[in-house]
């Protein structure tokens, strides 16, 4: 499949992200949100949505009516002046949502660079995080659901799809399951995300699946290690939401295919997180760090 050689410079990856302005103040924030929804109201996105009236909506309802329409969106040019009102937007919504630092995260092993940590992996200060996405590597267009690949997607901003775009475009066909593709992180407090296809699972998973599961895993290793600048790493648990894969299977796969690249590469990262979100994942993973 396409090397990263093949589109780095074609989504500028190595540029730092500068938004076109600064965040919005808290006290003028649904003023831009209105501002980026009237701008965005003409096009065949906001019809195929029924964006209802903007005038009897309050403030709330604003909102989440612009993240739904973003979701909806397909990659391309915005609108003039939308850029600014979204960057305005997103600015001010991460400004509010407190970042952490994946440096600061204490380790859990004594060998290895092994950290685990339950919360919001769009809020995790790493330089790369790890986003489980589709074949088609665009995001989710369903609003609102409930995967990591609509809320990365959300928080860094249409670019991080437009990028995506860029990239299948030059591939010319769908993302393979166990590979994977970087680009920046925008609005995200990590600067890249990289994006894995995991397997689909229906029942319990067999030895293919978890072979697939661990070649993401490498994967995204093994990418991360082409961009010099990335010395911390943040997995969302990949494939165990709505692919299907068990989390207690899911887990020791991870952990073991993890510390296998690292002891071939030692030294590679200062730090790898483990991201989980729920309890069940959280308790998974103790259990297999446990066992190693």
Partial sequence: MLPL???????ALDEPFRPTVPAAPADRLDEWVRSA???????????????PDLAALDDTAARGVLRALL????????????????????????????????HRLPTVSGELPFTLWRGDITTLAADAIVNA?????????????ACVDNAVHHAAGPRL?????????????????????????????????????????????GPGDAEALASS????LDLAAEVDTIRTLAFCAVSTGVFGYPGDEAAPVALRTVADWLHA????????????FGAADETAYRRALDAC
């Fill in 37 to 51: 929804l009237g701008r965005l109201a003409a096009e065949r996105a906001a019809a195929r949505l029924g964006l």
């Fill in 71 to 102: 979701t909806v969106r397909a990659p391309g040019p915005l609108p003039d002046g939308a850029a600014e009102a979204v960057d305005a937007v997103l600015g001010a919504e991460r400004a509010v949502r407190p970042a952490v630092s994946a």
């Fill in 217 to 220: 895993y490498r994967a995204c």
């Fill in 133 to 145: 996405a589709n074949s088609a590597l665009l995001g989710c267009f369903r609003p609102l659901h």
């Fill in 161 to 205: 799809r437009d990028d995506c775009a860029t990239v299948m475009a030059l591939q010319g066909s769908p993302e393979p399951t166990g590979t994977a593709k970087i680009t920046r992180a925008y609005h995200l407090p990590a600067r890249y995300v990289l994006h894995t296809v995991g397997p689909v699972v229906d029942g319990r998973p």
């Fill in 265 to 276: 590469h030692p030294g590679r990262f200062d730090r790898i997180v483990f991201t989980v």
């Fill in 5 to 11: 050689a093949a589109y780095r410079a074609a989504i």
